[in-house]
């Protein structure tokens, strides 16, 4: 079994949508003005396919082993989440919906918006390569901080994550529910 990582495709939004809603639950509703599942699988997979959200495929990444997508990251940088946010935003008023969308990480930072891998083929390590391969990107960029953010109840998370190099910086909100922001300094 060969695992590669590559930069998603449009094409690919309707293997990746679900694993994004799987990874960032009640937010995609938030995100998406939409509660019926169909409708935010529809909404998240465009968000993809488009090019001007956090979730396009430009910022997102896919682990494929022989060929499947088994696995996606989301990164992109803290400097960038303002405008894909209010491009969401915008979209989203044209449809009758008012939203905001709080920013996720600081303006110096890069940021894991979503790691997740397909309940089919967890426990190979892909979520550590997606991990490794963010930090690759980060090291290649010069270096710096690389980000995310974890709903306090997730101990287990939590635990992985702190393995990983990151430590907990600050309390964080979203969409009303605390997570902790958590921080690791890449070279």
Same mark, same amino acid.
């Given at each position: 079994? +060969?695992?590669?990582?590559? *930069?998603? %495709?449009?094409?690919? $939004? @309707? #293997?990746?949508?679900? &694993?994004? /809603? ?5 937010? $995609?509703?938030? =995100?998406?003005? %939409? #509660? ?8 998240? +997979?465009? =968000? ?23 696995? !996606? ?6 400097? *960038? ?6 491009? &969401?935003?915008? %979209? &989203? #008023?044209? *449809?009758?919906?008012?939203? !905001?969308?709080?920013?996720? $990480?600081? =303006?110096? +930072? ?11 083929? %967890?426990?190979?390590? /892909?979520?550590?390569?997606?991990? @490794? ?28 994550? #702190? ?6 910086? @600050?309390?964080? !909100?979203?969409?009303? +529910?605390?997570?902790?922001? =958590? ?5």
């Amino acid at each position: 079994m +060969e695992l590669t990582i590559r *930069q998603a %495709q449009s094409a690919d $939004a @309707e #293997k990746i949508a679900p &694993l994004i /809603i799987n990874a960032i639950g009640d937010i $995609a509703n938030h =995100m998406t003005a %939409q #509660k019926e599942p169909e409708a935010v699988l529809e909404k998240i +997979e465009d =968000m993809i396919r488009g090019e001007n959200t956090r979730h396009s495929y430009h910022y997102t990444h896919v682990a494929t082993l022989d060929g499947d997508i088994a696995g !996606t990251l989301v990164l992109y940088h803290g400097n *960038q989440a303002e405008a894909l946010d209010r491009y &969401l935003i915008e %979209q &989203l #008023k044209e *449809q009758g919906h008012e939203r !905001t969308i709080e920013p996720e $990480a600081r =303006m110096d +930072e890069w940021y894991i918006d979503t790691v997740s891998v397909d309940p089919s083929y %967890q426990g190979k390590g /892909i979520g550590s390569k997606l991990f @490794e391969y963010a930090e690759a990107i980060v090291s290649s960029k010069g270096g710096g901080k690389l980000s995310l953010n974890v709903d306090i109840d997730k101990e287990g998370a939590i635990r992985l994550y #702190k393995r990983l190099g990151y430590i907990v910086s @600050e309390p964080w !909100t979203i969409i009303g +529910e605390p997570f902790h922001h =958590m921080v690791k300094v890449v070279s």
